[in-house]
């Protein structure tokens, strides 16, 4: 058995039983992994994967990576994704009672098929610098998407190949637009195949953080990212105990539940965590079109409650506005960066609104964010395609956030 394997062959062995990426979707052998994080993911993380055939026996098995340890196994909830011609299963484990900032080898198990040995990692729940990734947008250029995807790995994969903690990208932000039709299996099929493409090359897999676009109405969303049926896709997470992770929803009322659910994360949350991020899709502060409905329901409480940055996609161009307060420029306010270059033609930005004059800037060019939490300041990124750093910034940590 691989457990009694000495560590460096398991290594070896794990190195070179990485299945490709675009494994093909055959009968019931795993295809189109994913990690989702949506809830505490120091100790909990959503594994997802498909086969074309629906299968009898659909399980994870798993194991603290390195130990001798048999396997648990989890059986997985399966059922055929909603939406177009394309028939498809997926199948959903939620994994439970892990323990934080811990390396966890997983093998997925459809009948007689296991995948490669893949692993995926906790996150912290003690207090240490870190990065995540985030962008929006990969629904129209597959071509771009699937170079975007592939510079991802290589930026993940890198990222702990020096002793600098506050690289390490733990998890990758998707601020909505997927694919251009929600409804359409196929579009997702594609989708799906090319996030096989983010897998670092030793078959770490990097946890999504999913938020839904104006292109992601349907059923499959919530299928393909493991969301109950009827979720709405408005939650909170703490990456380590000082991160604080908010994704809303603008593709539904931005008001009433969701904004009263929003003043109450926010209350409850910036005390107790030195950075405060929100990402949704439609901007508030756009490059390009009219702002979005949460201008009116959200900016108050990111302006109330002091909120680190706000993460935007929908325009397909590069912005970081200039810190806003009561629609001026404050640099007590909020800074707003976007807005989606995953795999899309990019629009021109209209660099003469005010938010986006100097210090603020806009540009287009597929690209990723980068944001590294440290002690004293937040700092971002914008990387194009092709590795080209197109802007990098610094956010104070607010007066108000007591240090621990
Ligand atoms: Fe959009």
């Not at 055959?26 to 594994?47: C, L, N």
């Not at 240490?128 to 998407?145: A, K, Q, V, Y």
């Not at 020096?162 to 251009?180: E, K, M, R, S, T």
């Not at 799906?192 to 969303?221: Q, V």
């Amino acid at each position: 058995m691989m457990r009694t394997i000495p560590l460096a062959a398991l290594l070896f062995c794990s190195f070179a039983s990485v299945a490709p990426a675009d494994a093909p979707l055959e009968g019931t052998k795993p295809a189109q992994w994913r990690v989702v994080w949506m809830d505490d993911p120091s100790t909990k993380a959503t594994i997802l994967w498909s086969t074309a055939k629906q299968g009898q026996y659909h399980s994870v098995q798993y194991h603290v990576k390195g130990d001798d340890q048999e396997p648990a196994e989890q059986l997985a909830r399966t059922g055929q994704y909603t939406g177009g011609k394309t028939e498809l299963f997926y199948h959903q484990v939620q994994l439970t009672d892990l323990e934080p900032a811990t390396a966890y080898e997983i093998k997925l198990i459809s009948d007689k098929n296991e995948s490669a040995a893949f692993y995926f990692v906790t996150a912290p729940v003690l207090d240490r610098e870190f990065s995540i990734l985030h962008g929006g947008d990969s629904r129209s250029d597959r071509e771009t998407r699937r170079e975007v995807n592939a510079m991802i790995a290589k930026m993940f994969a890198e990222s702990y190949e020096n002793d600098d903690p506050a690289d390490d990208i733990l998890a990758f932000a998707h601020g909505g637009d997927y694919i251009v039709d929600g409804k359409k299996m196929d579009l997702w099929s594609a989708w799906l195949s090319d996030h096989e493409l983010t897998t670092a090359p030793d078959g770490r897999l990097l946890p999504i953080i999913p938020a839904r676009g104006n292109h992601d109405h349907g059923k499959p969303f919530n299928e393909v990212f493991g969301f109950p049926e009827s979720d709405l896709n408005y939650y909170g997470i703490n990456i380590g105990p000082e991160v604080r992770f908010v994704t809303l929803n603008s593709e539904i009322s931005t008001a009433g539940d969701q904004a009263n659910w929003l003043a109450q994360e926010l209350e409850r949350s910036r005390p107790n965590n030195r950075w405060l991020l929100v990402q949704y899709h439609r901007p508030v502060y756009p490059a390009v079109k009219g702002p979005g409905a949460g201008l009116k329901s959200w900016v108050p409480l990111f302006e109330e409650y002091n909120i680190d940055l706000a993460c935007e996609a929908d325009g397909h161009n590069i912005k970081r506005t200039v810190p806003i307060r009561g629609g001026k420029i404050d640099e007590s306010g909020v800074v707003y960066i976007g807005e989606g270059g995953l795999g899309v033609p990019q629009r021109t930005p209209k660099t003469d609104r005010w938010f986006l004059e100097s210090p603020g800037m806009a540009d287009k060019g597929n690209h990723i964010f980068v944001l590294t939490f440290e002690k004293e300041k937040l700092d971002g990124k914008c990387v194009l395609l092709g590795g080209e750093v197109r802007d990098e910034f610094s956010r104070p940590i607010r007066a108000t956030v007591a240090a621990p």
